[in-house]
């Protein structure tokens, strides 16, 4: 065992504090789905790069606890570690709980950071450990003591105010205040980075492809202090939040926020606050949904005006990448997925996008029936013949886009094809539909999985996420999926934007995936209520050549037709000589 290496560090560290397990999370102390680098412990210690997973660490070993997307890529990174991969879902497998029986002595004491599980999420860890006699004890983070050399530093990008936003930071601050009251709340604590640069209309780079930025915000009925670095700021930007509302502190938010609450009742979201910052607020307590999550969540109309400009541009880029990769395959060019990523980058690039929205999956073959691939130098594959699943996104000046579509290279099997056509088939019947308003994400899933499961067909993940307006390609509350079964308030609502995004893969062959972004919007109202239809906000043509349009019905191909003539009719004037030559010909009707 190499006694310098991080885990054997940290092994030395939790013999010091009698610690039998110790747990590391991706995560951050703002509980962040994608984190700065700083705070990258898990792949420090295991070198495993996923974007999901849970790192326990024991006196002789431990073991990486990740889902089936990432168990191929995990088998390899792990090893020469020493640590143990237990497959999530997998049969067989054990869960946490039950691993840890076997693997720490009777009695112990499993520990982790309180800074990095929100309060529901350390509840559920306890809950957990409890069916096998154990509990999580709170403990400060061992790795700030032992990762002290090469470590990347806190992030502090410049911090710049959001044109374009709709309603004003104060608007935004009137209306989560009378929300507050509703529920019978003074005040809110607020650590989840997207709330905060949604409120703020304020955007930066600590994260990559996320625009957020490092900060904690305290909200009264008659304050709102943003602790943060001030030297982020312009003094014309300060100086606009400070007009409305808004002051920056370059306080710790504790005890300086618990000053402001004072004797408040301050509503925590559960899912949104890290126990450890929970641990600082000594007033009363309302635990429930962030209102900024919901109210960040229903795009107004304004928001939704700039979006459909970010779907022009992102369009174009798409189109003169799509057509060039077309040309230059006829000509019988070289392309591998590396290639392929580089290519697409230029073309959002052209078009102003600042950033990706998500590191690029481009995935040729076998790689596409992995959900969450992305190409490296060891894996890049050279295309040959087959299917090329690509997941992209871009972050521009007016909105944040994510879109895949599927290529064919070369000859497509009839096999290929069929599958394609069943997933289409399966993004169709969510884009067509209608629901009543406050349907769940449940309900949504069941009816695009429908033409999949007529044939004994499914895929693992969810149906769709909601995206932000020029934020996280992720954003909550609402999604699609078989566990999302919240209604009402929390369901379908006018101005979410969210992903249509059904899928098929076949390990070791490949993958099928389609999505568009779609917005909720109100079609009518009758004596049952009102009722939701989708708008189709991506712009980009569906590869025909992947699909069988004998598979296809009459409303499918009538639907495909119209969305192609919507395609065109806001593109073709933006585009090159080449560009659109190809976009007229791959959107040209089904049937004459």
């Known amino acids: 065992m190499d006694n310098s290496s991080p885990l054997s560090s940290l092994r ?160 935004k601050l009137t209306e989560l205040r009378r929300r507050l009251r509703e529920k019978n709340a003074d005040a809110t604590l607020l650590c989840a980075l997207d709330d905060i640069a949604w409120l703020t209309n304020s955007r930066g780079n600590d994260i990559d492809f996320n625009p957020v930025f490092l900060a904690t915000m305290a909200v009264t009925q008659d304050r709102a202090v943003l602790f943060t670095e001030r030297s982020r700021f312009t003094d014309k930007h300060l100086a606009r939040l400070e007009a409305q509302g808004v002051v920056v502190s370059n306080e710790a938010p504790f005890p300086a926020a618990g000053n402001i609450f004072g004797n408040s009742t301050v509503l925590v979201d559960p899912a949104r606050v890290s126990v450890g910052l929970m641990s600082y607020i000594e007033c009363d307590t309302i635990l429930d949904l962030s209102p900024v999550t919901v109210m960040k969540s229903r795009k107004t109309a304004d928001e939704l005006d700039s979006i459909r400009d970010a779907m022009r541009r992102d369009g174009t880029a798409l189109c003169e990448f799509y057509a060039a990769l077309d040309a230059s395959l006829a000509r019988g060019e070289p392309w591998d997925e590396l290639k392929t990523s580089r290519a697409l980058r230029e073309a959002r690039e052209a078009q102003g996008a600042f950033d990706l929205s998500f590191e690029t ?114 954003e909550g509350p609402f999604r699609v999926s078989p566990y999302a079964t919240d209604s009402g308030e929390l369901g379908l609502h006018p101005g979410l934007v969210f992903s249509d995004e059904p899928g098929l893969y076949r390990p070791g062959c490949w993958g099928v995936r389609i999505e568009n972004l779609v917005a909720a919007k109100p079609v009518e109202e009758t004596l049952f209520g009102r009722f939701i239809s989708l708008e ?26 119209d969305y192609h003539a919507k395609v065109r009719d806001e593109l073709e004037n933006r585009l090159t000589p080449l560009a659109r030559d190809w976009l007229l010909r791959v959107t040209e009707p089904l049937r004459a």
Not at 544 to 561: K, S, Y
């Open 12 to 171: 030395r560290l939790m013999a010091v504090n009698d610690i039998d397990a110790y747990v590391v999370r991706i995560s951050d102390p703002y509980l962040s789905e994608y984190i700065p680098r700083h705070w990258a412990a898990l792949e420090w210690l295991s070198g495993f790069t996923g974007s999901a997973g849970t790192l326990i660490v024991t006196a002789e070993g431990g073991m990486l606890y990740t889902d089936s997307r990432y168990w191929e890529q995990a088998e390899e990174e792990l090893q020469g570690s020493g640590l143990e991969l237990v497959r999530q879902g997998k049969p067989g497998e054990p869960d946490i709980a039950s691993w840890l029986a076997t693997h720490v002595p009777s009695d112990p004491t499993v520990a982790a950071s309180p800074d990095f599980f929100s309060v529901s999420e350390w509840e559920r860890w306890d809950e957990m450990l409890a069916h096998v006699d154990m509990h999580l004890d709170p403990i400060e983070d061992l790795i700030d003591d032992i990762w002290t050399e090469g470590r990347p530093a806190r992030p502090s990008s410049a911090v710049r105010e959001l044109t374009g936003a709709g309603l004003s930071v104060s608007e």
């Open 361 to 474: 999956i481009a995935a040729f073959g076998k790689h596409g029936a992995l959900p969450h691939y992305s190409p490296n130098e060891t894996s890049n594959a050279t295309f040959t013949e087959g299917l090329l699943l690509i997941d992209s996104g871009g972050q521009y000046p007016t909105g944040t886009t994510d879109i895949t579509r599927m290529t064919a290279v070369g000859k497509l099997t009839d096999e290929m094809r069929r599958d394609v056509t069943l997933v289409l088939k399966a993004m169709i019947a969510l884009a067509r539909g209608v629901f009543p308003e406050g349907s769940s994400g449940s309900q949504l899933d069941a009816v695009t999985r429908a033409p999949l499961w007529q044939e004994g067909l499914d895929f693992g993940h969810g149906t769709g996420h909601g995206v932000g307006f020029v934020l996280n390609v992720h």
């Open 536 to 561: 189709m906000l991506t712009l980009c043509p569906i590869d025909r050549r992947t699909f069988d349009i004998a598979l296809l019905t009459d409303a499918e191909i009538r639907w495909i037709d």
